[in-house]
Nanobody
Framework: VSLVESGGGLVQAGGSQTLSCAASGLPFGNYPAAWFRQAPGKEREFIVGFNWRLHTTRYADSVKGRFTVSGDDAKNTMFLQMNSLKPDDTAVYFC??????????????WGQGTQVTVSS
């Protein structure tokens, strides 16, 4: 089983970026999933949980209204559309499967992370 994030990079404040999390060896749609991020010197932070089958989402206040999670069963991939980016959004972004809440103990699988840097 592997989760592979992609789409990170450098973006200007106010801009947009879309991250992808491709799963292999795992039917992504059968698991709750989440995105987390870790900024330099800070603990990893939950930002959104996604239940594919129930089509429910849970967003952290810090990203609510700016970030949108979605999934593509055919591609076995989860996406994170990020708009109105701020320098405070600079972090390594991780996807996880098995969890859709801030409780990391429920996350069975993790991606390796992708760096997002927002310049002011």
């Amino acid at each position: 089983v592997s989760l592979v994030e992609s789409g990170g990079g450098l973006v200007q404040a106010g801009g947009s970026q879309t991250l992808s999390c491709a799963a292999s060896g795992l039917p992504f749609g059968n698991y709750p999933a989440a995105w987390f991020r870790q900024a330099p010197g800070k603990e990893r932070e939950f930002i959104v949980g996604f239940n594919w089958r129930l089509h429910t989402t849970r967003y952290a206040d810090s990203v609510k209204g700016r970030f949108t999670v979605s999934g593509d069963d055919a591609k076995n991939t989860m996406f994170l559309q990020m708009n109105s980016l701020k320098p405070d959004d600079t972090a390594v972004y991780f996807c996880a499967a098995g969890c859709s809440t801030p409780n990391e103990a429920l996350c069975y699988y993790w991606g390796q992370g992708t760096q997002v840097t927002v310049s002011s």
